[in-house]
Each structure stands twice: as C-alpha cells, then as structure tokens.
C-alpha cells in the first residue's frame, strides 16, 4: 500500500516514547508531531533526523483502513491497546 496523502494519522495517533528532533520529551498519542506540515506529510521524511520508529512504520490496510478517519480510529485503539493495564 502507498502512504495516502493527505492523512497523517501516524504522525498524530501514537506515541513516541523517546525524544526526537523537535520533540526532547517524545510526542504523546493524540497529540500532533511538531514536523507534521499543513499538507500531512512529513517534514523529516527521508532525513536523518527523523525517529527510527517513524521510519519502520509502513502503511498497510490493517492500520490505515480506507480513510484518514478509519487510519485514525485504527492507530489510536491501537495505541490504547498497547497501554499498560
């Protein structure tokens, strides 16, 4: 599957845990990474600075569905999936 444009979902719903360029406490789920642009697409794409985690995440239908909005209902029960108990 090709990365949908226009959609962002990965960069909004989970959490990264460890701090990244532009982000030295991490990025909370829910909340919007800082290199995130106005079209939804990466700014860090491609670079080094990007996390690690963000570059091994690759666009499947089983967590970007058919839309921006199922992408995001996907990722962030997902995401609350992985809390601990």
């Given at each position: 599957m090709v990365c949908r444009?226009?959609?962002?979902?990965?960069?909004i719903a989970p959490a990264i845990t460890q701090p990244f360029y532009g982000m030295p406490a991490g990025k909370p789920a829910?909340?919007?990474c800082v290199h995130l642009e106005d079209d939804l697409r990466c700014a860090l794409f491609g670079q080094p600075e990007r996390p690690?985690?963000?570059g091994r995440?690759?666009?499947?239908?089983?967590?970007?569905?058919d839309s921006r909005e199922e992408a995001l209902r996907?990722?962030?029960?997902?995401?609350?999936?992985?809390?601990?108990?």
């Open positions: 444009s226009g959609c962002g979902a990965c960069c829910g909340v919007r690690a985690c963000c995440f690759l666009a499947e239908p089983a967590f970007c569905g996907i990722l962030t029960d997902l995401e609350a999936e992985s809390l601990p108990a």
